[in-house]
């Protein structure tokens, strides 16, 4: 079938929150200097100002499922939208540096619900033929949101607003929020949540809106699928069975912080400035990163289905290892400042083209069925996780050894990462989810 009007409408309404997570994820990057210098943070304090968002993010990914199964992905999404204007308005009208820290938090919450609701949504609503490329569209808007909040930065620092810069900066979300709100209330439910509660003309409907070619059909599909995951759900993910498939989720969430990735979009313009870059130069900069992480999660789209999952991971490990040994190296000999740039736009082209495309769908194939989704959300709290500590601390480590060293730090984690991915990690690529559970959970035991 080919997608109707109504189908992209609400499948763009839904990977909007995946724009929204990248655009608020980064964009304190622009605004925490200023943050520091007006309400005199140190470094501890500093990555704390950086973390807070994520500690909500993780808060927010965990209780979203509970909440979307409750109340349906659409009406929760709602709720993000609403928690991220409140997240806007309040970070850029803060007080203080608690009401910053508060509001932060709150834009965290919606940030973590999305990050799990938003491909929820597009998967239950998309046929299976085009339910890979659909859900995919998430991914896109979150590094497309990321470029987005460092051209904003880039664009308001030239203004030249003086004090109420950073206020501009952590603010201006609000207009994308308030537009995912409004868009939010001109879609349907998800007709996988309607027949859950048992609302069968209404998931009819939904199913003929969206052009569904057999809608008795595929209601009668989801129906019968239903009653299968009724009989599976409780069964427990922490079992000795999985314990194989909750090693690759664990590791490939742990190994996607681990290569550095945050920390550098985090703290971006604290990069370029150790460097000897102007904020305006490294502003500029950073959208060229921004940039090169769209196209090369673009290519990567194109080839993970060909090329398969481990051979990206490897690719992008070597690089990845090499890019930041590099950047250490700089740091360290205080000399080629001006490959740095170079250095990690090649850096980002490996992470997008590896980690960056691979990580959702590899953590959503190796479980089986029956505790896929508590898979996801283990391999998820993995990656949060490490997120948060990784950038509450970087700062820390930056000041009190070098800039060179947490650089040194990502750059071996990412050669363990290409030996356990080289010797541990099995290929997925065209081989069915079926399969994968009799291979994966056999291995487990």
């Given at each position: 079938?080919?997608p109707?009007?109504?189908?992209?409408?609400?499948?763009?309404?839904?990977?909007?929150?995946?724009l929204?997570?990248?655009?608020d994820?980064?964009?304190?990057?622009?605004?925490?200097?200023?943050?520091?210098?007006?309400?005199?943070?140190?470094?501890?304090?500093?990555?704390?100002?950086?973390?807070?968002?994520?500690?909500?993010?993780?808060?927010?990914?965990?209780?979203?499922?509970?909440?979307?199964?409750?109340?349906?992905?659409?009406?929760?999404?709602?709720?993000?939208?609403?928690?991220?204007?409140?997240?806007?308005?309040?970070?850029?009208?803060?007080?203080?540096?608690?009401?910053?820290?508060?509001?932060?938090?709150?834009?965290?919450?919606?940030?973590?619900?999305?990050?799990?609701?938003?491909?929820?949504?597009i998967a239950?609503?998309?046929?299976?033929?085009?339910?890979?490329?659909?859900?995919?569209?998430?991914?896109?808007?979150?590094?497309?949101?990321?470029?987005?909040a460092?051209?904003?930065?880039?664009?308001?620092?030239t203004?030249?607003?003086?004090?109420?810069?950073?206020?501009?900066?952590?603010?201006?979300?609000?207009?994308?929020?308030?537009?995912?709100?409004?868009?939010?209330?001109?879609?349907?439910?998800?007709?996988?949540?309607?027949?859950?509660?048992?609302?069968?003309?209404?998931?009819?409907?939904?199913?003929?809106?969206?052009?569904?070619?057999?809608?008795?059909?595929e209601?009668?599909?989801?129906?019968?699928?239903?009653?299968?995951?009724?009989?599976?759900?409780?069964?427990?993910?922490?079992?000795?069975?999985?314990?194989?498939?909750?090693?690759?989720?664990?590791?490939?969430?742990?190994?996607?912080?681990?290569?550095?990735?945050?920390?550098?979009?985090?703290?971006?313009?604290d990069?370029?400035?150790?460097?000897?870059?102007?904020?305006?130069?490294?502003?500029?900069?950073?959208?060229?990163i921004?940039?090169?992480?769209?196209?090369?999660?673009?290519?990567?789209?194109?080839?993970?289905?060909?090329?398969?999952?481990?051979?990206l991971?490897?690719?992008?490990a070597?690089?990845?290892?090499?890019?930041?040994?590099?950047?250490?190296?700089?740091?360290?000999?205080?000399a080629?400042?001006?490959?740095?740039?170079?250095?990690?736009?090649?850096?980002?082209?490996?992470?997008?083209?590896?980690q960056?495309?691979?990580i959702?769908?590899?953590?959503?194939?190796?479980?089986?069925?029956?505790?896929?989704?508590?898979?996801?959300?283990?391999?998820?709290?993995?990656?949060?996780?490490?997120?948060?500590?990784?950038?509450?601390?970087?700062?820390?480590?930056?000041?009190?050894?070098?800039?060179?060293?947490?650089?040194?730090?990502?750059?071996?984690m990412?050669v363990?990462?290409?030996?356990?991915?080289?010797?541990?990690?099995?290929?997925?690529?065209?081989?069915?989810?079926?399969?994968?559970?009799?291979?994966?959970?056999?291995?487990?035991h």
């Amino acid at each position: 079938m080919r997608p109707n009007l109504n189908l992209i409408k609400a499948t763009l309404t839904g990977a909007l929150g995946g724009l929204l997570f990248g655009f608020d994820t980064v964009v304190i990057a622009g605004a925490i200097d200023a943050l520091v210098n007006l309400y005199h943070l140190s470094p501890q304090y500093k990555g704390f100002t950086v973390s807070i968002g994520l500690v909500g993010t993780v808060i927010g990914a965990l209780a979203a499922g509970q909440i979307g199964q409750r109340l349906g992905s659409r009406e929760t999404l709602r709720i993000t939208a609403i928690l991220y204007v409140i997240s806007a308005a309040g970070c850029a009208f803060a007080w203080n540096w608690d009401s910053f820290l508060l509001f932060r938090f709150i834009g965290g919450l919606g940030i973590g619900a999305s990050s799990v609701l938003g491909p929820v949504y597009i998967a239950e609503l998309s046929p299976a033929k085009l339910r890979g490329r659909f859900v995919a569209l998430f991914q896109f808007n979150v590094v497309f949101g990321i470029m987005l909040a460092y051209m904003s930065n880039y664009f308001i620092r030239t203004l030249q607003l003086g004090a109420t810069e950073w206020r501009w900066q952590v603010g201006v979300a609000g207009i994308p929020a308030v537009g995912f709100l409004i868009l939010l209330f001109g879609i349907p439910r998800s007709p996988r949540w309607s027949a859950s509660r048992n609302r069968i003309d209404e998931a009819l409907q939904v199913l003929r809106l969206m052009g569904d070619p057999n809608p008795e059909a595929e209601l009668a599909d989801i129906r019968a699928a239903l009653s299968e995951e009724h009989a599976t759900a409780h069964e427990r993910v922490f079992q000795s069975k999985y314990r194989f498939p909750l090693f690759l989720a664990i590791s490939i969430g742990a190994f996607n912080q681990l290569a550095g990735i945050n920390a550098i979009l985090y703290y971006i313009n604290d990069i370029f400035a150790y460097a000897g870059y102007t904020t305006l130069s490294g502003d500029q900069k950073a959208i060229a990163i921004g940039a090169t992480n769209v196209v090369f999660t673009m290519v990567a789209m194109t080839v993970i289905d060909k090329l398969g999952r481990k051979i990206l991971l490897l690719v992008g490990a070597a690089g990845m290892a090499t890019c930041l040994g590099g950047v250490a190296w700089i740091f360290s000999s205080h000399a080629h400042q001006g490959m740095l740039v170079w250095i990690l736009i090649t850096y980002m082209a490996f992470f997008a083209f590896s980690q960056g495309a691979v990580i959702w769908v590899y953590i959503g194939e190796v479980f089986p069925t029956s505790v896929r989704s508590k898979g996801q959300g283990v391999g998820s709290a993995s990656h949060w996780f490490m997120n948060a500590a990784i950038a509450m601390a970087f700062p820390v480590i930056v000041n009190s050894i070098s800039p060179a060293s947490p650089f040194m730090f990502f750059s071996v984690m990412t050669v363990v990462q290409f030996f356990t991915v080289l010797f541990f990690y099995p290929e997925t690529k065209g081989q069915t989810l079926e399969d994968l559970q009799r291979k994966l959970v056999h291995v487990g035991h």
